[in-house]
């Protein structure tokens, strides 16, 4: 089963068993630039300079993607020059997790648990499903970060967003921090994908890392 970036990311945040989002804040800006990298990876739109333009408004027969596109379509459509990707983020990073675990749970990957804290308070957990997808994802991580294989382009991708996100933890639980950062960081940086694709990468790295520090601080400030 061919699943989205977010999806996957999506996935590595959610805890199998309850089903709650582990480090939703940082996980919730990498879902959201998860979608973004596949409509680039789509070539639906490109980032360059840290804008965001969109060449091609046709769907791309996915769902998840396709949703997104027509708002971003729509909202860059209203601006008198191409946006920043920081703002079309920070915008979406709220919206986008929603929409994409909705599609898990389209796809079997995940079900909806509905139920009360305390009694009064609702809350929803998506508790694994169908582990197929997950598994997949992460021995192909395993083999490119832990491993030494290339990367194609989507999962050097994905690995530029776990990576600025800090998510490191999430991708390899129980593996030393500092020598999956350092290796995820070699993945991300390598020659896999073209340049505009490879620019699209680091600009969504960096807004990655860029959230985390801003996390960090909050959190601890």
């Known amino acids: 089963m061919t699943i989205t970036l977010a999806e996957e990311l999506a996935l590595l945040s959610l805890d199998d068993g309850s089903g709650e989002a582990r480090e939703r804040r940082s996980a919730s800006w990498a879902v959201a630039g998860g979608i973004l990298l596949d409509l680039v990876l ?7 300079g840290g804008r965001l ?13 396709d949703g997104r596109l027509a708002l971003i379509a729509a909202w860059t459509g209203r601006r008198g020059r191409a946006p920043k990707v920081t703002e079309w983020l920070t915008k979406d990073q709220a919206e986008a997790p929603t929409a994409t675990v909705a599609r898990l749970c389209e796809r079997g990957l995940v079900v909806e648990e509905r139920r009360r804290v305390l009694g009064v308070f609702p809350v929803r957990r998506y508790p694994e499903a169908d582990g197929s997808a997950e598994r997949e994802l992460r021995e192909r991580l395993r083999a490119v970060v832990l491993d030494g294989a290339d990367p194609d382009e989507r999962t050097a991708g994905l690995i530029a967003l776990v990576h600025g996100a800090g998510l490191h933890r999430l991708a390899f639980p ?6 999956v950062a350092a290796r995820m960081e070699k993945a991300a940086e390598g020659q896999w994908a073209g340049e505009g694709v490879r620019e699209a990468i680091r600009d969504m790295g960096a807004v990655m890392a860029a959230v985390t520090v801003a996390t960090i601080v909050a959190a601890t400030g």
């Not at 333009?53 to 993607?65: A, C, H, N, R, W």
């Not at 129980?174 to 020598?179: A, C, F, M, S, T």
């Open 42 to 48: 789509a070539g639906r739109v490109s980032v360059s």
């Open 174 to 179: 129980g593996e030393p921090r500092k020598e």
């Open 53 to 65: 333009t969109v060449t091609d408004e046709s769907p791309t027969g996915e769902p998840l993607l």
